[in-house]
């Protein structure tokens, strides 16, 4: 079945840029998303990307999109406090349209 | 626009007892999910609707889990009996058609905060 894997934890500088990466297994993938959770709230939607895509900037943040070895990336420039969150990769498809697939989150910290 | 809207937000209760968590999705969405988040699995989907009407509840634990959806602005998720491996956060989830170009993403509430004792 689809599965899409991510590390669990980063630790980033303040001010640095923070990559956070994931990859997938389904081929059909349409639509791969990432969403963040600040403590004790609920998932929210930062960005998605198109597969037809390679790229896309959204101010400080940029998603990269590798069809070919099913990998995706999203970095923040100059990473603040207020990032501190963890980050879930998704996907969904034109097969599995009715779902969308999470990883498992990315624990992102951010030390001064 | 409200969101979707989950009740209660925090919850303790002893072993045995029942447990119904509430669910109010984004009206006009006809898709609703319900997750089950821990340290130990990270974020499950258990059960979803479409249009009222369970599509896939393969991600149900086990017969003590049911899930609801009389009408097209409220589902219910309940335990019964609970038990303090089902201590997590339950988060309830709509859409539009998930993937397609017109509501390819979920938006989600605010999680109800369940601990079994």
């Known amino acids: 079945g689809e599965d899409v894997e991510q590390s669990l934890f980063l630790s980033v500088r303040e001010g640095d840029s923070s990559v956070i990466n994931c990859t997938y297994t389904?081929?059909?993938?349409?639509?791969l998303y990432w969403y963040k959770q600040e403590p004790g709230a609920g998932l929210q939607l930062l960005t998605y990307?198109?597969?037809?895509?390679d790229m896309k900037q959204d101010q400080r943040l940029t998603v990269l999109l590798n069809k070919k070895d099913k990998h995706l990336s999203l970095r923040i420039a100059d990473t603040q406090t207020g990032d501190s969150a963890i980050y879930f990769c998704?996907?969904?498809?034109?097969?599995?349209?009715?779902?969308?697939?999470f990883g498992s989150g990315t624990r992102l910290s951010i030390r001064p | 626009d409200a969101g979707v809207i989950q009740s209660p937000r925090h919850e303790v209760t002893e072993m045995g007892q029942e447990v119904t968590l509430r669910c109010k999705p984004i009206?006009?969405?006809?898709?609703l999910f319900w997750y089950r988040q821990t340290m130990m699995r990270g974020l499950e989907l258990l059960i979803y609707?479409?249009?009222?009407?369970?599509?896939?509840d393969s991600g149900m634990p086990e017969d003590r889990f049911s899930a609801k959806m009389p009408n097209a602005s409220f589902s219910t998720l309940k335990i019964q009996p609970s038990e303090p491996r089902d201590s997590a956060v339950y988060f309830c989830?709509?859409?539009?058609?998930?993937?397609?170009?017109?509501?390819?993403?979920?938006?989600f509430g605010e999680g109800s905060w369940l601990t079994v004792v």
């Open positions: 989830a709509s859409s539009f058609a998930p993937g397609t170009a017109s509501g390819n993403t979920i938006y």
């Open positions: 389904d081929s059909s993938s349409t639509y």
């Open positions: 990307i198109f597969s037809n895509m």
């Open positions: 998704a996907e969904s498809s034109y097969s599995s349209a009715s779902k969308i697939i």
């Open positions: 009206s006009g969405h006809d898709y």
């Open positions: 609707f479409n249009n009222n009407v369970p599509i896939d």
